[in-house]
């Protein structure tokens, strides 16, 4: 198998294949990893903000269908 780059055709050894994925592999799983971060800490404050009534209301379209809620009184 050959490359071509500017022109030149050099060939594709197993050992250059195998370091160019690794080199391949190691940029995109540090983009997945950043990706992941950048999920997991938009997660994390959606969740934050939803426990703030005021909020919730703003960005929830269930939260005026609700409905009143259930609130158990004690037995006497």
Do not use: D, H, W
């Not at 050992?15 to 997945?32: A, D, G, M, N, P």
């Amino acid at each position: 198998m050959n490359i071509r780059r500017s022109g030149q055709q050099r060939p594709l050894t197993y050992e250059r294949y195998e370091r160019l994925f690794i080199e391949f592999s190691e940029r995109v799983e540090k983009v997945l990893v950043r990706c992941l971060y950048v999920l997991l800490a938009g997660l994390l404050i959606s969740q934050l903000l939803l426990q703030f009534p005021g909020v919730r209301k703003e960005i929830t379209r269930v939260e005026p269908l609700e409905g009143v809620p259930y609130v158990r009184q004690s037995e006497e």
